[in-house]
């Protein structure tokens, strides 16, 4: 069965900083893999997703992840937080019709 | 368009009760996700929908657990005999269809099961 690990459970940066938000999954096959987030109050969405194709994938508000295949990883990125990127974000990858959650990341941007 | 409800929003109940968690998917999505998210973690799979039948059921803790989804569109998931530990947010999703997991998932904003 796949898996996926976040390392980071809490991270606090200031505005402007870059973030890097760490996720590795299992299996070493074909991997489809999701970023989701949750605002404070609000209901998980979508942030981006990978398929196939360009490693390198881009989502809504400027975030990104690359998928690197030798890593096991799909780790997301954004040069510079807003404190509105206040949220919890999960890592998951898809088993058959339904998703395997990571543990989540929270992360807190100072104004 | 709506996006996917859930009602009640916050359910306090006491041990051994019986309660009910209802969700109303995204019109026309025939696939339904029931997760349980309990403080500190991500998401736990419980049980998934394609139309009317379960198509995985896999992730139910226990026979307290089932849920229904008799016409293809709204779904119930019902929890006998309650025990502290079910307490958790009971999240809800649809898509349009299941595709091996390519399908976005949409989330409802939750169930706050609360068993004292």
């Known amino acids: 069965a796949q898996s996926v690990s976040q390392h980071n459970h809490h991270v606090i940066l200031s505005e402007a900083a870059s973030l890097e938000l760490g996720c590795n999954y299992s299996?070493?096959?074909?991997?489809?893999l999701f970023w989701y987030v949750q605002y404070p109050g609000q209901h998980l969405q979508l942030l981006l997703k990978y398929f196939s194709g360009d490693p390198l994938v881009k989502g809504i508000k400027g975030f990104e992840a690359e998928f690197i295949k030798s890593k096991f990883s799909f780790n997301l990125r954004k040069p510079s937080v807003q404190w509105s990127d206040t949220a919890e974000y999960f890592c998951a990858v898809p088993q058959g019709g339904k998703l395997i959650f990571g543990q989540g990341t929270e992360l807190s941007v100072k104004p | 368009g709506a996006g996917v409800s859930q009602t009640p929003s916050n359910k306090v109940t006491e041990k051994g009760k019986y309660v009910e968690l209802r969700c109303d998917p995204i019109s026309g999505h025939t696939a339904l996700y029931w997760y349980r998210q309990s403080l500190g973690q991500g998401p736990e799979f419980l049980i998934y929908f394609q139309g009317t039948g379960a198509a995985d059921d896999s992730g139910l803790p226990n026979d307290r657990f089932f849920a229904v989804r008799p016409e293809g569109s709204v779904s119930t998931l019902k929890i006998q005999r309650t025990e502290r530990g079910d307490s958790a947010v009971y999240l809800c999703?649809?898509?349009?269809?299941?595709?091996?997991?390519?399908?976005?998932?949409?989330f409802g904003p939750g169930t706050r099961l609360l068993v004292l």
């Open positions: 999703a649809s898509s349009p269809r299941t595709s091996g997991g390519m399908e976005t998932q949409y």
């Open positions: 299996y070493g096959g074909t991997v489809n």
